[in-house]
């Protein structure tokens, strides 16, 4: 027999080591993106999957359950989807590690000296009433301290009660049911005071624990019970589950640690409160003090964002490393923006990225990609996501208008308008955030933002956010150098994430008559205007020159710098922009350090252009930007110069043709002498605190790190 079994598996190594059954059971030949198309939504188990940074927290929290007098309740809180359930496996693995010496100076291990008991509230409400689920938490709880005891009669005497408490729960159903005063039955089940089938279910557990914990050949030194979940139930249930397990919170060696969303506890107690306000607040916090006696935040704002979203978009194939290294500056900044630092938005964007992904890939209906570079899709519709998933409602704008630089007042006006007293609010908001904020509302499409958000009551409280990543989509992915298509941009973009919004995208972008009359008209003045500037700058030595297509139509042009390629030109028939420059590098420091310096020498560039300069900058944007000022006196600096008259586009014309050869003339000049300073010359005439330039190899500076 044997010899026949040796002969067997003699064989089956054999075929093992053959090049067909290695071709069998390989997994290349399966879908290339079979593996690591999605993101699953479990907790992250151990102590080495630390992927958001929160091993210190585990520790420290393990540490102090290990050596704090009991009982004490520690109660984890954040909201839904912010990584509490990982946090509370993660200190599970640290009380199970190592070796413990506890009392009779015995040697214990970790996992036996600390007898975790974990309860998971939303599995114990699965069809049940909340009644009878706050007894089956109860029943769990009490059954995981009697498998330590062992004795049969009080495992039998606590049953007793365990199944008193359950014919009140399903008599409080049937009675609430029925519309009895369930309220009251409730009040009676769980008030120590007028029934003591609570109180001698505590007193029993009490002493239990007490003969496990003092018994010496029990290597048990106390009990953590994990409750998790409660911010699944109803809010109201929620709080009934605390009120209940409060009673028993008092049990001796016995440490409770909660994960729940205070703004759940919140919700729960308005029927009893009313709506919280600064007067009763302390009420509400009152009672969740009552039973928390430590509270612990989640640290969300120290995750390491960077690192958790670049892990991701790599792990769906999104991004590879060396291009997503190139957008962690513009990314880190929109998600913080839209979805924010909880884990689980953060998961859903990314399973709906890799969707688009899959979708476009075999989709050959949207049309225009062949034009257009896929990095820049990509980003754009990654944005459109976060905003789809943050601002549904601004999404919607997005695809009845995709190109939001269009944006103004008469586009506001007739998605919705107010009158009356609402209007003056309006105005009143509008120049607070024009004055208080106005690198945010200082272009026609960032007003009317505003107008929209304030008009249809759309998350005004979040408009400066909106405002700044659509600026991350206009200014940091697409960019200067493709403003010309960014309408493309947009609509390729929008088609694809489409496939993940609740809108309909057909019905969004349907136009009426007088819609597509406007738009043409629009257009034909917009070939005109390009025209007229194109037989100006052909005939000189400027970026612009023969450089103009006769059918152009675009809201803005842009052309690189003849001595530097992160610079760029610009023209724009928003009286807002004017001319221009921008600066755009991967790393944010070297645009922003050579835009300082350009503000340092703003009143020789004023002199020699004869117009007043304006500068966007920020040391955390990949983009930055210097305006110019149109001189011509008789027009206003807001809106488009196709909504002017004929007279007045002729002179924002001829106001281009005398600024603009000026302008580029004496910023080549100073950009020939930003780049042959020495680090210590440009730091002394750099604000302190900016940026400083580090000198390079060859002597030529180059921006560094701002010093701390």
């Not at 079979?34 to 939504?41: F, L, M, P, R, Y």
């Not at 001189?631 to 014309?653: F, H, I, M, Q, W």
Request: charged fraction near 25%; aromatic fraction near 8%; hydrophobic fraction near 40%.
């Amino acid at each position: 027999m044997c010899f026949f079994m040796r002969f067997f598996f003699r064989l089956v190594y054999l075929y093992c080591t053959t090049p067909a059954c290695r071709r069998v059971f390989s997994t290349q030949h399966l879908h290339p993106m079979a593996q690591g198309i999605s993101v699953t939504d479990v907790p992250h188990t151990g102590i080495d999957n630390d992927i958001l940074g929160t091993r210190s927290y585990a520790e420290t929290l393990a540490e102090f359950i290990r050596s704090c007098d009991t009982p004490i309740t520690i109660g984890i809180q954040g909201e839904w989807g912010s990584g509490k359930t990982s946090l509370l496996q993660m200190i599970e693995a640290y009380l199970e590690q190592n070796e413990f010496r506890g009392s009779y100076n015995r040697v214990t291990q970790g996992k036996d000296a600390y007898c975790v008991i974990k309860i998971n509230t939303w599995e114990h409400s699965i069809l049940r009433s909340p009644e009878e689920s706050l007894i089956s938490i109860l029943t769990e709880i009490s059954e995981n301290i009697l498998a330590k005891d062992g004795q049969w009669e009080v495992a039998q005497k606590t049953k007793k009660f365990l199944g008193k408490l359950a014919r009140g729960a399903v008599s409080i159903g049937a009675n609430a049911a029925l519309g009895g005063g369930g309220g009251a039955l409730a009040a009676d089940l769980m008030d120590a005071g007028e029934s003591n089938t609570i109180k001698e279910l505590r007193d029993t557990l009490d002493k239990v624990v007490k003969e496990v914990v003092g018994r010496a050949e029990n290597p048990v030194e106390r009990f953590v019970v994990f409750i998790d979940d409660l911010d699944r139930l109803e809010p109201v249930n929620a709080v009934k589950a605390l009120e209940l397990l409060k009673n028993i919170f008092s049990v001796g060696h016995c440490v409770y640690v909660l994960a729940i969303d205070y703004q759940v506890v919140v919700k729960g107690l308005k029927g009893k409160f009313g709506e919280i306000t600064e007067a009763n607040e302390w009420e509400f916090r009152a009672f969740f003090d009552k039973i928390i006696q430590v509270p612990f935040m989640m640290p969300i704002a120290r995750y390491r964002l960077d690192d958790y979203m670049q892990g991701l978009l790599q792990q769906i194939g999104y991004y590879d490393k060396k291009t997503i290294g190139t957008h962690v500056s513009w990314l880190t900044r929109l998600i913080r923006l839209t979805v924010g630092y909880n884990p689980r938005s953060l998961k859903r964007m990314v399973n709906s990225l890799s969707l688009i992904n899959i979708h476009a890939k075999n989709d050959s209906s949207v049309s225009g990609m062949d034009k257009l570079d896929l990095d820049i899709i990509k980003g754009v519709s990654l944005s459109l996501v976060c905003i789809q998933i943050t601002y549904p409602r601004l999404f919607e704008l997005l695809m009845r208008s995709p190109n939001f630089t269009d944006w103004d007042s008469d586009f506001a006006a007739k998605i919705s308008s107010v009158d009356g007293d609402e209007k003056g609010a309006l105005e009143k908001a509008l120049a607070h955030a024009v004055e208080h904020y106005g690198e945010d509302f200082d272009e026609d499409w960032e007003k009317a933002l505003f107008l929209l958000t304030w008009n249809m009551r759309i998350q005004r409280h979040r408009v400066i956010e909106m405002s700044k990543a659509l600026s991350i989509i206009k200014d940091d992915i697409i960019t200067d150098r493709h403003a010309e298509q960014l309408a493309e941009y947009m609509s390729v973009s929008l088609a694809r994430s489409a496939v993940t919004s609740v809108v309909s995208f057909e019905n969004a972008l349907q136009t009426d008559d007088e819609d597509r009359e406007k738009a043409g008209a629009t257009k034909r003045l917009s070939m005109e205007f390009w025209n007229g500037l194109r037989g100006f700058f052909d005939g000189t030595q400027t970026c612009f020159a023969n450089s103009i297509r006769p059918a152009t139509s675009v809201v803005s042009l842009s052309r690189k710098s003849p001595g530097d390629e992160s610079i760029s030109y610009y023209v724009s028939q928003r009286l807002s922009s004017f001319i221009g420059i921008t600066a755009y590098s991967v790393d944010p420091t070297e645009g922003y350090a050579l835009l300082q310096f350009l503000k340092k020498n703003s009143n020789e560039i004023e002199a020699a252009i004869g117009a007043k300069v304006r500068f966007k900058i920020d040391p955390s944007n990949t983009s930055q930007e210097m305006r110019v000022v149109c001189p011509a006196d008789t027009l206003k600096e807001r809106g488009n110069v196709l909504n002017l008259s004929a007279g007045d586009r002729s002179a924002y014309g001829k106001s281009i043709i005398e600024v603009f050869p000026k302008l580029e003339e004496v910023v080549e000049r100073k950009l020939g002498e930003y780049r042959t300073k020495s680090a210590e010359e440009l730091a002394a005439e750099i604000d302190p605190g900016v940026p400083r330039p580090e000198a390079a190899e060859d002597n030529r500076p180059v921006a560094g790190t701002a010093e701390a």
